[in-house]
């Protein structure tokens, strides 16, 4: 089964609106990464947070992680149409190697 | 540098037949996973190799079967087709063995008719 569970599956938000994504997952993690796809195409990775880190910035992204929860979540700042993707949030469990397990993803629309 | 390169990118094949895919790394990635994603299931891994060994394999039935050469290009196969195998497969490289962040190519599109 599917280690992380993402919510919500879809947001629909104006340029300029923040976006946040949060992403749940059942086991113990070594890290936890988020993935942007664009239409069906390959993921782009976008931040990789690991099991001590709580937050973590990269541009207009921030990631938090929350291990007593095994909760995390993306907020996306002043959002742009071009941000309108699919967003995935995928576990590294920890001693299962470099496997990462998905979580169903969260579609977002970003409307001009 | 060059990203990871899939071929083909789309491919119609009969149910019962087989397929091979093809993947080549980032150069100097030694790391290479599968995954398959498809409307109902999503992303689910595959495999995993790392120095031509396989290190980690998904819950999928022995028709699914994957290689590594020493030149870290990557090779996964799937014999006796069936509608349901229709789906993007992607493959990802990364540096070491895969703890960190994975560069995805741009996915072969499998229709089985």
């Known amino acids: 089964s599917q280690q992380g569970e993402e919510d919500p599956q879809a947001l629909s938000i104006q340029e300029g609106e923040n976006a946040t994504m949060n992403c749940s997952y059942k086991?113990?993690?070594?890290?936890l990464q988020w993935y942007r796809q664009n239409s069906g195409r390959g993921l782009v990775h976008l931040i990789l947070?690991?099991?001590?880190?709580r937050e973590k910035h990269s541009g207009r992204l921030r990631v938090t992680l929350d291990t007593s929860k095994k909760s995390s979540s993306l907020l996306i700042t002043a959002s742009r149409a071009a941000d309108t993707a699919s967003y995935f949030c995928?576990?590294?469990?920890?001693?299962?190697?470099?496997?990462?397990?998905f979580g169903q993803g969260t579609e977002l629309s970003v409307k001009p | 540098k060059a990203g990871v390169t899939q071929t083909p990118r789309y491919l119609i094949k009969t149910r019962g037949q087989q397929v091979t895919l093809s993947c080549s790394p980032i150069?100097?990635?030694?790391?290479v996973s599968w995954y398959q994603q498809t409307p109902g299931q999503g992303l689910q891994f595959l495999f995993e190799?790392?120095?031509?060994?396989?290190?980690n394999k998904g819950n999928f039935p022995g028709r699914f079967s994957g290689r590594q050469f020493s030149n870290s290009r990557s090779e996964m196969n799937v014999s006796t087709l069936e509608l349901g195998d229709s789906a993007l497969y992607l493959c990802?490289?990364?540096?070491?063995?895969?703890?960190?962040?994975?560069?995805f190519g741009p996915g072969t599109r499998l229709t089985v008719t």
């Open positions: 990802a490289s990364s540096r070491g063995q895969g703890l960190n962040e994975q560069y």
């Open positions: 086991t113990s993690i070594n890290n």
């Open positions: 947070i690991r099991s001590n880190e």
């Open positions: 995928a576990t590294v469990v920890y001693n299962q190697g470099g496997k990462l397990i």
């Open positions: 150069s100097g990635h030694r790391s």
């Open positions: 190799y790392f120095s031509e060994t396989q290190r």
